[in-house]
């Protein structure tokens, strides 16, 4: 069986209810839902909330919350490695079955689509891996020539072999996408990250891999929903 959840607590510092704010015309979390039904793999697409009203918006769309987060894992320190763990848990023990498969599907990624997740899962299963993360080539800066900056307006590279180098003289670097993550589950309970040795990459085009923290990246994840 094959479990698709979907973190979404309430708290949000830097966009207030960032899991339902408007996106297109819909509450965010309603393009998650739509590309996991669409995509035809799932027995079960569970939302991760500690919020009634988005379980009650999440069933509308067609997602399933049969029980509420618990509020000590609702908090902005806990991780969604532990959210998701805790998930498969209780409901393995809630539906009385045992899932093989989750893919965690953030909400905040709402241009990621069926398709992604079907090519992902295909070659997440077709390889054989246990832990298989979405990710992103960088764009438009150098994470290369990054530098921090100090009090008094000064620069500290963090790169200083580098940072004088031609960009195209250096070597495409990656950062995860919440898109896409996908574990076996006996892996994962035994891991409790997605982050374990030797876990792989499924790369996505940058509109697909459009991950929504602040205001900025819901401006730009708009702009680009029209490409």
Do not use: H
């Given at each position: 069986m094959i479990l698709a959840v979907i973190p979404a607590r309430i708290g949000s510092k830097r966009i207030r209810q960032k899991n339902i704010v408007n996106f297109l015309?819909?509450?965010?979390?309603?393009?998650t839902i739509k590309a996991a039904k669409e995509s035809k793999i799932f027995d079960y697409i569970f939302v991760s909330t500690d919020s009634k009203k988005i379980a009650r918006i999440s069933k509308r769309y067609g997602a399933k919350v049969p029980f509420l987060r618990s509020k000590n894992i609702s908090d902005d320190k806990t991780s969604v490695h532990t959210v998701t763990v805790n998930s498969i848990k209780l409901l393995q023990k809630k539906l009385n079955c045992k899932f093989d498969t989750v893919v965690q599907l953030?909400?905040?990624?709402?241009?990621?689509?069926?398709?992604?997740?079907?090519?992902?899962?295909?070659?997440?299963?077709?390889?054989?891996?246990?832990?298989?993360?979405?990710s992103v080539k960088f764009f438009m800066t150098n994470p290369w020539w990054a530098f921090k900056v100090l009090k008094?307006?000064?620069?500290?590279?963090?790169?200083?072999?580098?940072?004088?180098?031609?960009s195209q003289k250096l070597k495409e670097l990656y950062a995860p996408s919440g898109a896409i993550w996908i574990a076996k589950v006996k892996d994962l309970l035994k891991e409790r990250t997605f982050y374990?040795?030797?876990?792989?990459?499924?790369?996505?085009?940058?509109?697909?891999?459009?991950?929504?923290?602040?205001?900025?990246?819901?401006?730009?994840?708009?702009?680009?929903?029209?490409?």
């Open positions: 015309g819909k509450p965010m979390i309603y393009w953030m909400p905040n990624c709402p241009l990621r689509t069926s398709k992604d997740i079907i090519n992902a899962y295909n070659f997440f299963k077709k390889k054989k891996y246990k832990f298989l993360i979405s008094n307006d000064t620069a500290q590279m963090i790169f200083f072999n580098n940072w004088k180098k031609r374990s040795k030797g876990f792989r990459v499924f790369k996505l085009n940058l509109k697909s891999a459009v991950d929504i923290d602040e205001i900025n990246d819901l401006n730009l994840a708009k702009v680009i929903s029209n490409l």
